[in-house]
């Protein structure tokens, strides 16, 4: 079983999401078009199902706090990303409604709390000029995903949960495939068989040998009756080094290219490193990576925007349209545009980590790694440079995250 393909599935009144981004910088023109026009509309999905789409800021904000909208990937009136969906996520805490939701949740929350994630710092800087100087030991040009996007993020979450680095090769080509919407429903459940029995293996090693990490933690205060089911952990450990890693990545690259394709945002921030907590919240804004997510199902009659979801309707997002809503960023006398680069901008109150209670549980740690990454990199190499014309980049085509699949930079 694959992937349908949008042609196949899609139609003029509801076209097919995700939709792709004819242009790599911009948001798909039907959801600019969709949020212009207000309200919500209709999409299809890979199944050949239809579900509301959601574009305005407000009314996002508004889906994704709804209690009676719920993430149960079990409910069959859910609006799967895949197919695999409901065996391989089902039960996991983050699928799950409150209260049940947040009590399991808080049980990670000071795992990656801004504390703890700020004690990190001085680590992710020298894992960061360890991958700089390797870069500069390589030479000319690199492969920037390779050499640096990957495995800062890896290496951070490795540190964390008490993932071996050295099995990276492993781990991230489960995440690649995990995220990767051309991956068919046979191919998929293996590598989640697969990843399951490394991760198996892995918590049993933890049970019998604890040690100062996650794992251990989770092993020891927060897995029985009144946390998770043991026989869980070893996908949660699979979900949260993926998640941990792969976003982080694709947002490092993607947030790099931008800096080299304006260079007057480069150097802004280059003479003032002081900016790295705001540009990282404006590229979070400009790119969000995250393309097919958010998704809930009513579970009763909500209105949104003025707009009726019945019960075991479906409702999607669009963050990118979100965050490029001319009526929250940009909107302001003397601010630039939404749907252009301010690493100034005060753009916290964007939705690309989601909004409400189920809001990524690792945006403290993507934060400080991003913060710390590109002053940096363009203090220790202020002629970075892209080593391939720009219409070479290679962004990805069909995935829960975008990103690039490769970013040759030389110097």
């Known amino acids: ?3 349908t393909t949008p042609e196949a599935v899609g139609t003029a ?19 600019t078009e969709f949020r212009e026009a207000g309200g919500l509309h209709q999409v299809t999905i890979w199944d050949g199902s239809r579900h509301w789409l959601a574009t305005r800021h407000a009314d996002i904000r508004a889906v994704l706090a709804h209690p009676a909208l719920s993430a149960d990937v079990r409910n069959p009136d859910f609006p799967l990303v895949h197919s695999n969906q409901p065996e391989h996520e089902g039960g996991l805490f983050l699928r799950l409604d409150d209260p049940e939701h947040a009590r399991l949740r808080q049980m990670l929350t000071k795992e990656f709390s801004v504390k703890r994630t700020r004690a990190m ?5 020298e894992i960061t000029d360890e991958l700089i100087d390797g870069m500069l030991a390589k030479g000319g040009p690199v492969d920037f995903i390779q050499d640096f996007a990957l495995p800062l993020p890896s290496r951070a979450i490795c540190l964390i949960l008490g993932v071996p680095y050295e099995d990276h090769d492993l781990f991230q080509r489960h995440a690649n495939a995990g995220t990767d919407l051309d991956v068919g429903h046979e191919e998929r459940a293996r590598l989640q068989h697969e990843a399951f029995a490394y ?3 892995l918590v049993e090693r933890k049970r019998r040998e604890p040690a100062d990490d996650m794992i251990s933690r989770l092993l020891a205060d927060h897995t029985g009756p009144d946390g998770f089911a043991l026989e869980m952990l070893p996908v949660l ?3 949260l080094v993926g998640a941990g890693h792969e976003t982080t990545a694709n947002m490092l690259g993607l947030g790099t290219v931008a800096l080299l394709l304006n260079p007057d945002q480069r150097d802004r921030l280059r003479e003032r490193p002081e900016l790295a907590p705001s540009a990282a919240e404006e590229m979070l804004r400009y790119w969000s990576i995250v393309s097919t997510d958010p998704r809930r199902v009513a579970l009763e009659d909500v209105e949104i925007g ?13 963050l990118i349209a979100g965050n490029r809503d001319p009526r929250v960023f940009g909107a302001g006398e003397g601010e630039c545009p939404a749907d252009t680069l301010d690493i100034g901008r005060n753009a916290r109150n964007h939705v690309a980590f989601g909004f ?8 403290n740690l993507a934060r400080v790694e991003m913060q710390v990454a590109w002053p940096r990199l363009f203090e220790r190499i202020p002629d970075l440079r892209l080593a391939v014309a720009e219409v070479q980049l290679d962004f990805k085509k069909n995935s829960i995250v975008y990103g690039l699949t490769s970013l040759p930079v030389t110097w």
């Open 356 to 363: 409400g209670s189920h809001q990524c549980l690792g945006q």
């Open 306 to 318: 003025g707009h009726l979801i019945r019960k075991g309707e479906g409702v999607i997002v669009s």
């Open 199 to 201: 991760y198996s293996a």
């Open 121 to 125: 710092r001085e680590k992710l800087l």
């Open 237 to 239: 450990v699979g979900i």
């Open 13 to 31: 009144d509801a076209p097919f999401f995700p939709a792709p981004r004819s242009c790599p910088f911009s948001a798909p023109p039907r959801h």
């Open 1 to 3: 079983m694959t992937t």
